[in-house]
């Protein structure tokens, strides 16, 4: 076959794909020609360009057409407005793993990106979470960064954002607040593991389906804390420094939650669940002993057939100083416990 048909059949290809997906002709000459030259365009996914792990310092001019931007792993420092200013469709971008400043980040960048969902910054060196955002983020990411302020204002009128990842940053109890935190009136899932919390996180909005608090220096969790908190279904407190004082006997009792993690505290009791819990961690405690009394979120005497069993079906407690066996009233509480590590 010679290279003039290979190159007609490539030709026909793109065309077949573009009109596949319903690209205008002139949009498709238009990627042709305007795809940066350091960035790949793929032809089967024509809104996409490519420029990650290219080595680059500085953002090249970015296409019109482009919904889809991937620039990690590169040496980027500075985010400027005349990159992106003819990128007014962009849906999703990945800068993660770059070096990029607070002060680097040109204001008025991001909220232009009108239809912006996804952002993604892990893995660089802000100070603070970039302000102002567009309305109509649902997803961003900042881990591993040195973000210690979280500007008070900068989530109003997000009420889209279902995820905000900050874990990994230099967070303090004083940099999350209500008034930190105000707007976030749709969240689902928030990460703050691994930065430097010494109690449990104000103002979230009771949307919060996911709260993810591994890594800190939490010692004890308020009463009541989840009554504003009616969705939480999985919640993470592993290594922390909780103690049995800290944590009220009711502070889990909490019907919506299904997933409960405290591996490596400092507990010596278990505390009280709920029923539908359907795992528990509660591994690299000081806990000396299990019995039904503590555990058991429900009357076995008064229990009957008719009655729901406990949800549990996954519990976790080796690294205490617990002898096995456990008591066979436990067993009979969780009947629907399927592993049990001791």
């Given at each position: 076959?010679?290279?003039?048909?290979?190159?007609?059949?490539?030709?026909?290809?793109?065309?077949?794909?573009?009109?596949?997906?319903?690209?205008?002709?002139n949009?498709?000459?238009?990627?042709?020609q305007?795809?940066?030259?350091?960035c790949?365009?793929?032809?089967?996914?024509?809104?996409?360009?490519?420029?990650?792990?290219?080595?680059l310092?500085?953002?090249?001019?970015?296409?019109?057409?482009?919904?889809?931007?991937?620039?990690?792993?590169?040496?980027?420092?500075?985010?400027?407005?005349?990159?992106?200013?003819?990128?007014?469709?962009?849906?999703?971008?990945?800068?993660?793993?770059n070096?990029?400043?607070?002060?680097?980040?040109?204001?008025?960048?991001?909220?232009?990106?009108r239809?912006?969902?996804?952002?993604?910054?892990?893995?660089?060196?802000?100070?603070?979470?970039?302000?102002?955002?567009?309305?109509?983020?649902?997803?961003?990411s900042?881990?591993?960064?040195?973000?210690?302020?979280?500007?008070?204002?900068?989530?109003?009128?997000?009420?889209?954002?279902t995820?905000?990842?900050l874990?990994?940053?230099?967070?303090?109890?004083?940099?999350v607040?209500?008034?930190?935190?105000?707007?976030?009136?749709?969240?689902?899932?928030?990460?703050?593991?691994?930065?430097?919390?010494?109690?449990?996180?104000?103002?979230?909005?009771p949307?919060?389906?996911?709260?993810?608090?591994?890594?800190n220096?939490?010692?004890k969790i308020?009463?009541?804390?989840f009554?504003?908190?009616?969705?939480?279904?999985?919640?993470r407190?592993?290594?922390?420094?909780?103690?049995?004082?800290g944590?009220?006997?009711n502070?889990?009792?909490?019907?919506s939650?299904?997933?409960l993690?405290?591996?490596h505290?400092?507990l010596?009791?278990?505390?009280?669940?709920?029923?539908?819990?359907e795992?528990?961690?509660?591994?690299h405690?000081?806990?000396?002993?299990?019995?039904?009394?503590?555990?058991?979120?429900?009357?076995?005497?008064?229990?009957d057939?008719?009655?729901?069993?406990?949800?549990l079906?996954?519990?976790?407690?080796?690294?205490?100083?617990?002898?096995p066996p456990?008591?066979?009233?436990?067993?009979?509480?969780f009947?629907?416990?399927?592993?049990?590590?001791?």
């Amino acid at each position: 076959m010679s290279s003039n048909m290979v190159m007609l059949l490539c030709i026909a290809s793109l065309l077949g794909t573009v009109l596949s997906q319903d690209m205008p002709y002139n949009e498709l000459m238009a990627q042709i020609q305007a795809c940066p030259r350091e960035c790949h365009c793929p032809p089967n996914f024509p809104r996409a360009v490519y420029c990650d792990n290219k080595g680059l310092k500085s953002i090249p001019q970015i296409p019109p057409f482009t919904w889809y931007l991937y620039l990690q792993n590169n040496q980027i420092q500075v985010v400027s407005a005349d990159a992106v200013r003819n990128a007014t469709q962009l849906r999703w971008v990945n800068l993660s793993r770059n070096k990029i400043t607070s002060e680097g980040l040109e204001k008025g960048t991001v909220d232009a990106m009108r239809h912006l969902e996804h952002l993604y910054m892990d893995d660089n060196l802000l100070s603070w979470v970039p302000f102002p955002l567009p309305a109509s983020l649902e997803h961003l990411s900042l881990c591993r960064n040195r973000i210690s302020k979280i500007p008070d204002g900068v989530f109003l009128g997000l009420d889209k954002l279902t995820l905000l990842d900050l874990q990994g940053n230099k967070l303090m109890d004083d940099a999350v607040t209500e008034v930190s935190l105000k707007g976030l009136s749709n969240l689902v899932q928030i990460n703050l593991a691994k930065n430097q919390l010494s109690s449990m996180p104000l103002g979230l909005p009771p949307t919060t389906t996911q709260l993810f608090l591994d890594g800190n220096n939490i010692d004890k969790i308020p009463a009541n804390y989840f009554k504003g908190l009616p969705k939480v279904a999985f919640l993470r407190l592993n290594h922390n420094k909780l103690g049995s004082g800290g944590v009220p006997r009711n502070a889990f009792n909490i019907s919506s939650i299904l997933d409960l993690q405290l591996s490596h505290n400092l507990l010596t009791e278990v505390p009280l669940i709920p029923p539908g819990l359907e795992q528990l961690y509660l591994d690299h405690n000081n806990i000396k002993s299990v019995s039904t009394s503590n555990i058991c979120p429900v009357d076995l005497d008064t229990m009957d057939a008719n009655d729901s069993y406990p949800r549990l079906r996954y519990l976790r407690l080796d690294g205490n100083d617990i002898e096995p066996p456990i008591p066979r009233n436990v067993i009979l509480c969780f009947r629907l416990l399927r592993s049990i590590v001791i």
